[in-house]
């Protein structure tokens, strides 16, 4: 399985703010995954993450918003941008690797939004 | 479109006892059934899964069940404990067309000492 890091694990940030969450693999991926889990809610899924171009968004989420990078196989950051407190939300990075169905997740970052 | 259902939201079990999740799924290109396991304050873990070409699928006190025709999945736990308190997610996952995992709405277990 694959060991997946984010930093930070917290933060409360100020209305209208932006805030850069970083997530980090122990090995090389085929794809990383942004997933926003409100609270007592389920997964919803905001963008693939694509190696060496634009990011791949779901219905409902926009590249100005949540713009998402990919330099290499074992990295990835989302931006939370311009924030309001419909935004507090666990944030979750995930991963599969390069030859199974497997997707493994992240421990998440908590976001509070004042 | 796609989407998958699971039931029940709440579950509440004595210690010792066994707890059933259900989940039904409704695009028929799913191939991938995992599920996972997310306890306060942390990410989601996986605890087992299964594909569709098997109908059962056992790990200790966990199994998973898997109905095509039906497009139904369970999970089973025997024997609960109370650090199996937790919100289980069920998905339904597949390649074709294009990677895409639909997550259930999640339950939350209760395991009562």
């Known amino acids: 399985s694959a060991v997946i890091s984010q930093k930070p694990s917290r933060d409360i940030c100020q209305r209208g703010t932006s805030l850069t969450i970083q997530c980090q693999v122990d090995?090389?991926?085929?794809?990383m995954f942004w997933y926003r889990q409100q609270p007592g809610q389920s997964l919803t899924l905001i963008a693939t993450a694509n190696q060496g171009s634009e990011a791949t968004y779901e219905s409902g989420f926009v590249i100005d918003k949540f713009p998402i990078s990919r330099p290499n196989l074992t990295f990835s950051t989302l931006t939370v941008s311009n924030m309001s407190p419909e935004d507090s939300s666990i944030y979750l990075c995930s991963v599969q690797g390069r030859s199974t169905d497997t997707q493994y997740f992240g421990p998440g970052t908590r976001l509070t939004v004042l | 479109g796609e989407n998958v259902e699971q039931h029940p939201s709440t579950l509440s079990v004595q210690e010792g006892d066994s707890a059933v999740i259900k989940c039904t799924y409704s695009d028929s290109a799913s191939n991938y059934f995992p599920w996972y396991k997310q306890e306060l304050g942390k990410g989601p873990q996986l605890i087992i899964d299964?594909?569709?070409?098997?109908g059962e699928k056992k790990d200790q006190r966990i199994a998973v069940t898997l109905n095509k025709t039906a497009k139904h999945f369970s999970l089973h736990i025997t024997e609960t404990q109370p650090e199996d308190s937790a919100v289980y997610f069920c998905?339904?996952?597949?390649?074709?067309?294009?990677?895409?995992?639909?997550f259930g709405a999640g339950t939350r277990l209760f395991v009562k000492a």
């Open positions: 090995s090389q991926v085929t794809m």
């Open positions: 299964i594909r569709s070409n098997v």
């Open positions: 998905a339904a996952s597949r390649r074709t067309g294009g990677f895409k995992t639909i």
